[in-house]
């Protein structure tokens, strides 16, 4: 069973908005880092926006700060990704991913976030269209 759900996929036009929820059905949620990523036909797999559980260390990738935010509500075990200003170029599909534990001394939690194998447990994925 995917312990990760996500929903709020859909089509919208260029400068709109989307709102991607994703909900954790596993025990322990407020202990996870969690991450956004997404994926177009015949590309790698892309960081789109990254938390840990404190969101003290938030990271976005250059094509979409100042655009999307990522947000948490631990109480839902639910993570966010608010897409502001959408253009053609956000058009993918989108994982949630939940990572567990801290990081190794001497590490980075920017390189824990932003690098997909670093997670443990990944969503189904949702399409978002964008129209030009």
């Known amino acids: 069973q995917v312990p990760l759900v996500e929903s709020g996929g859909g089509v919208v036009q260029a400068g709109g908005s989307l709102r991607l929820s994703c909900t954790y059905s596993g025990l322990t949620f407020s202990d996870l880092a969690m991450g956004w990523f997404r994926q177009t036909p015949g590309k790698e797999r892309e960081f789109v926006a990254a938390?840990?559980?404190?969101?003290?260390?938030?990271y976005y990738a250059d094509s979409v700060k100042g655009r999307f935010t990522i947000s948490r509500d631990n109480a839902k075990k639910t993570v966010y990704l608010q897409m502001n200003t959408l253009k053609p170029e956000d058009t993918a599909v989108y994982y949630c991913?939940?990572?567990?534990?801290?990081?190794?001394?001497?590490?980075?939690?920017?390189?824990?976030?932003?690098?997909?194998?670093?997670?443990?447990?990944w969503g189904q994925g949702t399409q978002v269209t964008v129209s030009s």
């Open positions: 991913a939940a990572r567990r534990g801290s990081i190794k001394a001497g590490g980075s939690w920017y390189r824990a976030l932003v690098n997909d194998y670093e997670y443990n447990y």
């Open positions: 938390n840990n559980w404190s969101g003290g260390n938030t």
